[in-house]
DNA sequence: TTTAAATTTCAATAAAATTCGAAATATGGA
DNA sequence: TCCATATTTCGAATTTTATTGAAATTTAAA
């Protein structure tokens, strides 16, 4: 990850509204959640959802796809670990820092498992 | 960590001048670096270096020492971690997700390390 | 005490972001 | 087809942020 891509992706989430959103996310794990059971949660207008939503795909860290009428949304769960190699890479010039180990969530199979969302 | 400090964190991150301030700070290690040394190497104004400083500082990213006429700034380890942390944590909906391990630099002595800083 | 160097504060301006209602767009079901 | 639901786009008002020159402040050296 370069520079411009971790100033985007640091913005993204530097919002409380969008932090929110992207926490509910990778809280939620690879089945991911609708738009609207995301703007409830989180308490927010469906437009400021949708402009918040847009910002965070925008920099790769939420991914989504179709499902019925629904709308799912997934944290991109590579993009976030990116973020966090690039914060911590070449610490303390050389120094022996541990590095940052990564998120990796086991893929519960998500195949035709959104056809109809709860209320 | 909670979600406002994490906001207040990542909004201090997440802009190109301040990024590149902190990964400075970051890669100098624990010794740290003078406040005109760190304007040099961004290529900003003192004022603006002035202004992001306050910023990092103000959000735990970044603390200072004075030496001399000098201002040493450093890189404020357990905040970034404690960011990592919030970012990954309750990832997945406690699925098995690896922890996110830390960055901890040797403190090389600073005892009257910095005096008399190079031009 | 004067002078010079390093850093911060102030003021003003310019640019960008957040919010939400209303309207538009898609999608599936009756 | 027609209607209801889910989501997105648009427009406009408000707020926040970034930038820098000039002036003020702090610290040490002459």
Redesign the interface.
């Known amino acids: 990850m370069e520079?411009?891509e971790?100033?985007t992706a640091?913005?993204a989430?530097?919002?409380?509204s969008r932090?929110?959103i992207f926490r509910i996310l990778?809280?939620?794990?690879?089945a991911g959640l609708p738009a609207g059971r995301i703007a409830e949660l989180a308490g927010i207008a469906p437009s400021s959802l949708s402009f918040h939503l847009k910002e965070l795909s925008h920099a790769g860290l939420a991914g989504s796809r179709q499902a019925g009428r629904f709308v799912i949304y997934t944290a991109r769960?590579e993009a976030?670990n990116g973020l966090?190699d690039f914060?911590?890479s070449?610490?303390?010039?050389g120094?022996?820092?541990?590095?940052?180990?990564?998120?990796?969530?086991?893929p519960?199979r998500t195949k035709n498992a959104a056809r109809k969302e709860p209320a």
């Not at 070449?90 to 010039?93: L, M, V, Y």
């Open positions: 520079m411009n971790a100033v640091l913005a989430l530097a919002q409380s932090l929110a990778v809280q939620a794990g690879p769960y976030m966090l914060l911590t070449n610490c303390c010039g120094n022996p820092c541990t590095p940052v180990s990564k998120c990796t969530p086991k519960t």
